[in-house]
Nanobody
Framework: QVRLVASGGGLVQTGGSLRLSCAAS????????MGWYRQAPGNQRDLVAT???????NYADSVKGRFTISRGIGENTVYLQMDVLKSEDTAVYYC?????????WGQGTQVTVSS
């Protein structure tokens, strides 16, 4: 089992920044992918960004150039630096850990961008 604890959401004005963190614990495999997904009311859960244990990153087109995903060195922690936030970034953000074809999700953290 893998446990994920996410933090860092909140309320921010348009153009502002927030940083999300997600710490994984439990049965962690050295080869894994961690990432962030988001879900706005009435919408499906969509990919925001992922990063592998080798440091390969992938971003949704809507956040490229504004969001940066990273991992703590020697840590099972993933960060999402969100800059130049827009109202359409408002959603519940979920952290995901994937290894050996199994997915684990953290609790969501609300991000609200006000104009």
């Amino acid at each position: 089992q893998v446990r994920l604890v996410a933090s860092g959401g909140g309320l921010v004005q348009t153009g502002g920044s927030l940083r999300l963190s997600c710490a994984a614990s439990g049965s962690i495999f050295s080869i894994n992918t961690m990432g962030w997904y988001r879900q706005a009311p009435g919408n499906q859960r969509d990919l925001v960004a992922t990063i592998t244990s080798a440091g390969v990153v992938n971003y949704a087109d809507s956040v490229k150039g504004r969001f940066t995903i990273s991992r703590g060195i020697g840590e099972n922690t993933v960060y999402l630096q969100m800059d130049v936030l827009k109202s359409e970034d408002t959603a519940v953000y979920y952290c995901k850990y994937r290894a050996r074809f199994r997915d684990y999700w953290g609790q969501g953290t609300q991000v609200t961008v006000s104009s």
